[in-house]
T-cell receptor, first 117, second 109 residues
Framework: GAVVSQHPSWVICKSGTSVKIECRSLDFQATTMFWYRQFPKQSLMLMATSNEGSKATYEQGVEKDKFLINHASLTLSTLTVTSAHPEDSSFYIC?????????????FGPGTRLLVL | DAKTTQPPSMDCAEGRAANLPCNHSTISGNEYVYWYRQIHSQGPQYIIHGLKNNETNEMASLIITEDRKSSTLILPHATLRDTAVYYCIVGNYGQNFVFGPGTRLSVLP
């Protein structure tokens, strides 16, 4: 199946700093990518929808100025957690589906674990 | 809210078939049924999906009832590595997936 990668796989940062997480579709192009967040022992919760060449769409309760999303190409979306605080510590996961060719499903990245001290 | 209902947990003996049920009584005519699984500390792994016909691939089989209100994921010969949380999702390609709590499958030796 298609491959979605994320970088870094884990990151530890100090409170108040910013962290950038990359999501790449390795063997297909994706007009739309999705960013999820997962807290311990909970399910995945959608944060935002990333659209190539346009502004992201954020879910209710997700601060767009805190979680900056850039989808500059058909294979890369980035999520920047600005002024991170300990409550932002979580498992961040992206997903994407091919824009062309056989479609019908989405593929998820391996996730990025963020720990804010 | 998720449009699916799954049992919170199930056990299965190693080597036996694991049958994971999912109810999706409010599924729309053009929505697919997707199954993913998540092994601890990893991103969800795609397993299989279908619209109305039963589907089979190298990982599993998907049985969808004729009225499409429920489905069953079948792992024919469960191994210890199949221990994971299994998510049943209904939706369309290109839209975000809404995850419920899933079923925690424990494969026992």
């Amino acid at each position: 199946g298609a491959v979605v990668s994320q970088h870094p796989s884990w990151v530890i940062c100090k409170s108040g700093t910013s962290v950038k997480i990359e999501c790449r579709s390795l063997d297909f192009q994706a007009t739309t990518m999705f960013w999820y967040r997962q807290f311990p022992k909970q399910s995945l919760m959608l944060m935002a929808t990333s659209n190539e060449g346009s502004k992201a769409t954020y879910e209710q309760g997700v601060e767009k100025d805190k979680f900056l999303i850039n989808h500059a190409s058909l294979t890369l979306s980035t999520l920047t957690v600005t002024s991170a605080h300990p409550e932002d510590s979580s498992f961040y996961i992206c997903s994407a589906g091919p824009t062309s060719g056989p479609q019908e499903t989405q593929y998820f990245g391996p996730g990025t674990r963020l720990l804010v001290l | 809210d998720a449009k699916t209902t799954q049992p919170p947990s199930m056990d299965c003996a190693e080597g036996r078939a694991a049958n994971l049920p999912c109810n999706h009584s409010t599924i729309s005519g053009n929505e697919y049924v997707y199954w993913y699984r998540q092994i601890h500390s990893q991103g969800p792994q795609y397993i299989i999906h279908g619209l109305k016909n039963n589907e089979t691939n190298e990982m599993a089989s998907l049985i969808i009832t004729e009225d499409r209100k429920s489905s069953t994921l079948i792992l024919p010969h469960a191994t210890l590595r199949d221990t994971a949380v299994y998510y049943c999702i209904v939706g369309n390609y290109g839209q975000n997936f809404v995850f419920g709590p899933g079923t925690r499958l424990s494969v026992l030796p």
